[in-house]
């Protein structure tokens, strides 16, 4: 029997954002690649910086516009992280069943998802706009946002593995609907 794990809002949002996400890494690691004395590719740069406005909009306008009551639901659970459910990281490798829709791991991935996007935007930011602040201040913020960036290809790759190898959960966050 089939049913809907993943309504048209929640996923609208989570591939939105995804997309978003991979093309900032991507431009983001051509842009650390490129030598710094050749000032970069201005091009690369520019796609940086102009989907770096969608990439906060658009997860904004779906979370505050959206009558998915499915999202809705999803991210408050995915909030919800209780203290017993530490339990469950040292049965990890024993693959325990849960009874809520999300496991334990998925909701640590969601916060620290969202703290690197919040550290990400913020430090982004300062970058952007290095007139407005000291050479040190923009030096640091430089070093904040290539220190975030490291750690979320370290997250996203984790979860793209894990993802691919329970087959039957990308079926539900692309079609909607899995197996029970
Ligand atoms: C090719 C890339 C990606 C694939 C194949 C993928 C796959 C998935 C799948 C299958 C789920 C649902 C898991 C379930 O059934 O509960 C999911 C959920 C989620 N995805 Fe992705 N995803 C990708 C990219 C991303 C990116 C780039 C981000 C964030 C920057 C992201 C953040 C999340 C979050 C926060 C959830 C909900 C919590 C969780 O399940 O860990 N995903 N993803
Ligand atoms: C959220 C909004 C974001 C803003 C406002 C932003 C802004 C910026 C700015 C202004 C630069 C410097 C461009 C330059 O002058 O050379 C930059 C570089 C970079 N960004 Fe972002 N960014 C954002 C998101 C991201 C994300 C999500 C990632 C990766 C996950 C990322 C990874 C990088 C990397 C790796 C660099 C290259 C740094 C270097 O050359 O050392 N950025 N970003």
């Not at 290809?153 to 039957?168: M, Q, T, V």
């Amino acid at each position: 029997m089939k049913i809907i794990r993943f309504d048209p809002g929640a996923r609208v949002l989570h591939w939105s954002h995804a997309i978003l996400f991979l093309w900032l890494l991507l431009t983001g690691i051509h842009m650390f690649l490129t030598p710094k004395s050749l000032l970069g590719d201005p091009l690369i740069k520019m796609l940086h910086l102009y989907a770096s406005i969608p990439f906060i909009l658009i997860p904004g306008a779906l979370y505050l516009f959206s009558h998915s009551i499915y999202m809705r639901n999803d991210i408050r659970e995915l909030m919800s992280f209780k203290s017993y459910e530490m339990k469950w990281f040292f049965e990890f490798l024993k693959n325990t069943r849960v009874n809520t829709k999300f496991n334990p791991g998925q909701k640590v991935n969601f916060f620290v998802t969202l703290l690197l996007i919040i550290g990400l935007f913020l430090s982004g930011s300062v970058v952007w706009m290095k007139s407005l602040f000291s050479v040190d201040f923009v030096e640091l913020n430089f070093m904040v946002h290539d220190f975030l960036a490291e750690i979320s290809l370290l997250l996203i790759s984790g979860h793209i593995l894990l993802s691919l190898y329970h087959s039957e959960s990308i079926r539900g966050i692309v079609y909607g609907k899995v197996e029970v």
